[in-house]
């Protein structure tokens, strides 16, 4: 079997320019065909990644596709900039991987996670993610964003009412009126004030979550290493269950937050390799490791870095927010896996702007999701969706 053309594709949604899922379609001389996506599909930076994916393309044309570990070795070390990169070319690399795995599952005619090793478990706890975007239908952008206290308990309510027993927000993204806070003043020693704010919005969610119900606390990078200590001093007082990118990681800050907070720390979004990944782990300092196979290299390097993790002790959430393609491939190495936690919902998720868009847009049920059986990954990007791409590249 060998690659014959790569399609690269960059889909629209109804928030475009910010959320725009780049995908690719390997095709086979057998006519087996694999999906896979990058990563940096919201932010700035995703007409890097497309452009990572095509060129990436060129290098794998005529190779056999079952030689997944082959062709990762090859995008990695052949490029120059593939040797400790960062997201655009682990974007691009996840992408090819996702749909190499996704046409080698197809071949075998087996789920994908039983050519990781079988599941273990055929049900994942789930958390809903990111409340302080809100928590509404599912199919709806028009979501509550919480910014007082009362606000942010509203849309914890709703979504333990669907039977969720863990939660995520940020507390710090607005300040009282619902301006969004800048760097300015997010970073250094966080005043009274600012405390006061982030406390009141967690009492809240915590009196509406209950004792039973696991909150993470989400930060995006947003404060420093000192206003980080302040904030998981909070964290401690409401039983928060990790403390979710606290600063901008590097070793030598977070080793100064762990060391003055029992908060767990939870990161990895922003890490892109088994490389980047080992001094964490050999330093203690993730409890929650959070690899995004969206840009982190695809199933193949994740798999790698669930592996380490697992050696140290520490916990795996696969970071999930991407289009429903990048849900069904977390499931499928979550449930293999024996350090898993936790499967991330991200609200993006039950936007419209992932309708459309793939076969499937699975969704948990009372809290869980259960793990697709179809050859593959078990999901696909829509022809029609391919066929309104707002960037569009055939390599062959």
């Not at 052949?78 to 070319?89: S, Y």
């Not at 020693?189 to 606390?217: C, H, N, W, Y």
């Given at each position: ?126 958390y809903a993610s990111q409340l302080q975007f809100g928590w509404g ?171 380490m993790a697992h050696a140290f002790d520490a916990g795996i959430q ?79």
């Amino acid at each position: 079997m060998k690659i014959t053309k790569v399609e690269v594709f960059r889909l629209p949604t109804a928030k475009s320019k910010m959320n725009s899922p780049i995908g690719c379609r390997i095709h086979t001389d057998t006519g087996i065909r694999g999906d896979g996506e990058a990563g940096m599909a919201y932010g700035v930076g995703g007409s890097a990644a497309f452009g990572m994916v095509c060129d990436l393309a060129e290098l794998i044309i005529g190779m056999d596709p079952l030689q997944t570990e082959l062709i990762w070795e090859s995008m990695y070390k052949k490029t120059f900039w593939g040797q400790n990169g960062g997201p655009v070319v682990f974007s691009g690399i996840a992408a090819i991987d996702v749909a190499l795995w996704d046409i080698k599952g197809k071949y075998f005619n087996v789920p994908v996670y039983q050519l990781l090793g079988g599941k273990m478990r055929d049900k994942l706890r789930t958390y809903a993610s990111q409340l302080q975007f809100g928590w509404g239908q599912v199919g709806v952008s028009e979501h509550l964003w919480a910014v007082k206290p009362e606000d942010y308990a509203h849309n914890v309510k709703l979504a333990v009412a669907e039977g969720f027993d863990a939660v995520k927000i940020d507390f710090f993204d607005r300040d009282e009126e619902g301006k969004p806070l800048s760097f300015l003043d997010t970073t250094g020693f966080l005043t009274p004030s600012q405390l006061k704010m982030v406390e009141a919005r967690m009492k809240a969610s915590r009196e509406a979550a209950g004792d039973d119900v696991d909150i993470i606390m989400e930060n995006h990078s947003y404060p420093d290493a000192l206003g980080a200590v302040q904030l998981g001093k909070l964290a401690e007082k409401y039983h928060i269950l990790a403390f979710e990118e606290p600063n901008t990681p590097t070793t030598q800050t977070v080793e100064y937050i762990a060391k003055y907070i029992s908060v767990p720390i939870a990161n990895g979004e922003r890490l892109f390799s088994r490389w980047q990944y080992a001094d964490y782990f050999k330093r203690n300092l993730l409890q929650l490791a959070q690899p995004d196979i969206g840009n982190c290299g695809g199933i193949s390097e994740v798999k790698k870095i669930c592996d380490m993790a697992h050696a140290f002790d520490a916990g795996i959430q696969i970071h999930v927010a991407g289009s429903p393609l990048t849900t069904n491939a977390a499931l499928h190495l979550e449930c293999v896996i024996p350090n898993f936690v936790i499967h991330e919902h991200h609200t993006c998720n039950r936007m419209d702007t992932c309708l459309n868009l793939t076969k499937y847009n699975l969704q948990p049920e009372n809290g869980y999701f259960t793990v697709p059986d179809l050859p593959g990954i078990g999901n696909e990007f829509l022809q029609e969706a391919i066929d309104k791409a707002i960037l569009y590249k055939v390599v062959e």
